[in-house]
DNA sequence: TTTCCTTACGCCTATCGTAAGCATA
DNA sequence: TATGCTTACGATAGGCGTAAGGAAA
């Protein structure tokens, strides 16, 4: 069985006239009605009773003509599909992020997303930082929303928010009156901070501010994540330093204070493998997260 | 793009080795890889990474080996269904028949259908006796059940059912001590009689027996359909003569009971055209409704 | 006699297989 | 150096068009 004789076989179908069905193929009835005969002997079934004055399908036709032009437009389809697909205007990608970017980040590239390429389906993965990197690394993920960049050769990235860091604290504390709070009045003062382990960018970069700026606040607790420091602030065991974007949480009880220090924000960073072969993927990286020169 | 490149497409993405994949194809390597060169330029993209140490699928590929599988699964279920159409395996057909064949011998045929032609759809129309003619010779109704054969040339039928014609009357009628009924016994008792519009054939029948039997029965009402006529015989108007399948309407407060006259019966026809030219009725003619020679 | 589907036949395109080319580990 | 995809080339098969055949109104 073959396309041309499905196609010659729809056109005799709908024309119920073998020469009309020929001019509508541009070729004579000859080749045609041999097509048809062709079609039929594979097949096994007469789809025309027909004579020299009159065409007319069979019962076995008349289903078939349905199942044909099934095919004609499936096969249709799938060959546009797959154009799409390999210029990424369709297909499939997945995207790793960490709690504290779902708030803001993540739903804003969604939803750019779901406009500028509506037939690409992102499947989405909150995990911890440290697990993020590991599955970009091993391939079972496209792209990370990531604060910490795993040191491993062959992978891209780009700066894709830049939010300030601001101080967490309870309204009625004394540093409320603030405008911008200046490091230098976190000097001994009860403090929340990351640990470690599960938030090291954060970790990593508050201490070192502190240090810069020859300040030592009185560390009461570590925090793995946001919303637990930001529950101990709550609480009254101290304040923190945060992300602009754990305002997102809108927990009561907890104000924000931008810092009075400059070059005090936090970085997220899109990462890619720069050997991916995910069409959809080059299309998300330039359309929808603005990356220049995102070439596999 | 034809069929025999995507079976070829489907042997390569499976093998991922254009050699295993040949020769799963009964084929060399060469034409294969021209095959495939060929699909991906009618496609314009490109199906496999390769080279002369991998073959992998592109995002494309991938995406296009589902549309391939199930193009070639369809083509291989549209030929089967065509082949089956045309033995009356499957397709679809149309069953009419009155208010009184539907009890007992419409859902008899039907739950054989379901058996045997488990894919043949049966589309059933019921109607008044003079309509159902109508439309199988115009074509509407592939074969109906009557009891009235209309007298048209091109039709042909079967004899399906022979019911006996039984006598309905109610309990407290002196009639009922009968073990079987002589028509004798209705001369001049009140009768109720189908109605020669509605019923002819049986209007016929019984005014032809009492005729021959020389018995006169009151006649004290006409009633067009079965269920109408026992309705007046539990009203105590009188007793009626109606097919066996009457008890089927399980009416409370009338009775039945056998007439003592021989050749008593009522005949239900099966009719269709002699050239009809559907394979799905003349497989239900022959396997379910055990038409001898039911060509067409 | 006309219409129109089918059969017959020659030409041409396309596919296959064999053989050689060439890149990669 | 061996494996394996690709290119080159000649033989064959299949499709198309022209011309003739044949059945139905």
Redesign the interface.
Known sequence: ???RQLACFVAVAEELHFGRAADRLCMTQPPLSRQIQLLEH??????F?RNSRHVHL????R??LQ??R??LA??E???Q???R??EGE??SMSLGFTAVGAYRLMPALLVRAREVLPDVDIQLREMVSAGLGDLLIAGELDTILTRQLPRTPGLQHHLIEREPLVLALTPNSPLAHYDAVPLSALHRQPFLLYGPNESRYFYERILGAFGLADVTPQIVQLAGQTHTLLALVRAGLGVGIVPDSARELRLEGVIFRPLAQENMHADIYLAWRSQH????LTAFLTRVANVPQAAA
């Open positions: 069985m073959e396309f594979t097949l096994g079934v007469s789809l009773d069979t019962a076995a036709g289903r078939f199942d044909a099934q095919l499936h096969a389809r799938a060959a599909m797959a154009r697909t390999s369709a297909g072969d995910n069409p959809a």
